[in-house]
């Protein structure tokens, strides 16, 4: 077993506890020569990871930080230290560590206490640790929350980051102060709204003329709605609106992915008259009558789950997504038709001409090249015993040329080691040192870059192969689909595992990024294109009976 061993002494530990570095390392050597673990340890010239006069209170500690950088790539297997404390006095960043460190599959315990992952009495040890930290956060927000409250119905602002446009924070007084250079952006959207603009008009105006909010970005149509119905500019302090749902997790899965939800009315606090208002009740009221009349005329409510190819349609000339809407095609009748249109247009302000698409046009001419796709599955079939091989390791010649070239960036790091110090001896002269550093520097940043191009090549067919396996295994699943809605969504899914992208440029298909291995089944194909022509009124009936035998009836 591979161990890393981590000391940190503090001179007033040392003073209060009597121990340094060097009885910390003498016994933990020993501990690990008695266990016959092998050391490991990736600082030039030392054999354990150890930070000299830092602070237990912190994380940002050098050795620990590249104790932490070779245990995300699996240098060891285990870490040892001497006491718990050693690695972090708060036990927040303590439980954060081994959370991780567990995540690695890297094993932890100290030396001289009973707290490890080893066993499970130690495994049982930490979980308590985790039990009465939980406690102690509970308590913390028991006690928090009431400070909060009261802070509120003072007029104080309850802070997020940035405090909202138009206003500034007193720290002295904890309210909120006018920024008169913002205050007049904020009268003047409010202005040109109740003069019949629209948001989006009112978001290409300050865009146009780079004026940008507190965090930086342009304006857009939500920053403007939101400034439109914030209560904030007559006076009054609005809090408890929202919070964040840990027990719910939102489908995209970016961060923690808590779901931010509404709190209910009953829990939110409204403050009047906390602080200097911008705008009069009046104008404000008045904003809220048009906002109301504006959404109830033009919004139209659709299920997103119709558009199967949001998400993997993208604008050939932008580079934006193309999104799904409603719109009305007989004014007479009332019908409506779904049709997609790039992202960009009425929202990011980019001059960008694409035309939109009625979806079932677009359609047509995917499930054409899901049909091309189809009649070549006999590829798969052929590629069969390779995927499998493919699927046990990687391609061998990649890793060996992986690790041709880490040995090659090794000795080149040698032998710039090398020439440093016969330089530092005094042994050549400068000019010749820097000729010969030059040219070894070059030779590793290319070597740097190749070696990131075969780990790359590697990523991208560890991907494929998964990629391939999610498909057999998502198409198993499809007979089980029985709503419609899980039939669109069962589609919609089954795009995203064939498709990357498809982009579209006067209503046509441009370009296609396939995922491996379908896109081999489409290349064939493509080869075999002008015989299907020729044979077309032939094949035509046999190859719709036959060419969805592989598709489950959901997406059938």
């Avoid at 016994?27 to 150890?50: H, Q, V």
């Avoid at 240098?75 to 927040?92: A, C, I, T």
């Avoid at 070894?440 to 740097?448: A, G, H, T, V």
Wanted: net charge positive.
């Amino acid at each position: 077993m591979r161990v890393a061993l981590y000391t940190r002494v503090s001179t007033e530990d040392q003073a209060r506890e009597g121990f340094s570095l060097e009885v910390q390392k003498n016994f933990l050597l020993e501990y690990a020569k008695n266990s016959k673990w092998e050391n490991f340890c990736s600082i030039a010239g030392k054999d354990i990871y150890e930070d000299d006069g830092f602070s237990g209170a912190t994380m940002d500690r050098p050795a620990f930080q590249r104790l932490l950088f070779d245990a995300r790539n699996k240098k060891f297997d285990l870490l040892v230290v001497y006491k718990q404390d050693r690695l972090s006095r708060k036990l927040k960043d303590l439980l954060c560590v081994l959370e991780e460190l567990e995540s690695l599959g890297i094993m932890y315990k100290s030396a001289t206490e009973p707290f490890d992952t080893t066993s499970s009495a130690g495994k049982l040890s930490i979980q308590q640790l985790g039990s009465f930290a939980e406690f102690e956060r509970n308590r913390l927000i028991e006690r928090v929350f009431p400070g909060m409250v009261e802070g509120v119905k003072k007029g104080h602002w309850q802070g997020a980051r940035y405090t909202p446009y138009g206003y500034v924070l007193n720290k002295e007084t904890k309210k909120l102060e006018i920024n008169i250079n913002e205050a007049k952006i904020v009268k003047e959207i409010f202005s040109l709204y109740r003069r019949g603009k629209s948001t989006s008009q009112i978001a290409e105006h300050y865009y146009k003329l780079g004026v940008t909010s507190r965090s930086g970005t342009k304006f857009y149509n939500k920053f403007i709605s939101n400034i439109l119905q914030n209560k904030v500019y007559i006076g009054t302090l609005v809090w408890n609106r929202r919070r964040y749902e840990q027990k719910e997790k939102t489908k995209d899965g970016y961060g923690k992915g808590y779901k931010y939800v509404n709190n209910d009315a009953t829990k939110i606090i409204e403050v009047p008259n906390a602080h200097k208002a911008i705008i009069s009740v009046k104008d404000f009221e008045e904003a809220q009558k048009l906002l109301k009349r504006n959404r109830s005329n033009s919004v139209v409510k659709f299920k997103n789950n119709v558009y199967h190819l949001s998400g993997v349609l993208r604008c050939n000339e932008c580079g934006k997504t193309y999104r799904g809407y409603m719109a009305t095609t007989n004014h007479r009748t009332k019908e409506k038709k779904e049709w997609y249109r790039c992202s960009s247009i009425g929202v990011y302000f980019l001059k960008c001409s694409s035309k939109s698409i009625v979806a079932e046009d677009i359609d047509r001419q995917v499930w054409e090249v899901l049909d091309t796709i189809c009649q070549n599955l006999h590829v798969l079939e052929e590629l069969g015993d390779a995927v499998k091989l493919s699927a046990a390791e990687p391609e061998e010649s990649l890793v060996s040329e992986l690790e041709e070239k880490e040995a090659a960036l090794y000795k080149n790091l040698e032998k710039q080691k090398g020439l440093y110090e016969v330089f530092s001896e005094d042994k050549i002269n400068t000019s010749i040192y820097k000729e010969k550093a030059e040219l070894l520097s070059n030779e590793e940043k290319r070597l740097r870059s190749e070696i990131k191009l075969v780990q790359l090549k590697i990523l991208d067919s560890r991907n494929s192969i998964d990629i391939f396996k999610e498909t057999q295994d998502f198409l198993l699943k499809l007979n089980k689909t029985k709503t419609k809605e899980d039939s669109d969504y069962a589609i919609k899914t089954f795009m995203r595992i064939i498709f990357k992208n498809i982009y579209i440029q006067n209503k046509e298909i441009v370009k296609m990024d396939i995922n491996y291995p379908w896109k081999l089944c489409y290349e064939e194909g493509l080869k075999c294109l002008n015989q299907l022509k020729t044979n077309k009124k032939e094949t035509k009936k046999t190859s719709r009976e036959k060419v969805y035998y592989w598709l489950p009836t959901a997406v059938r």
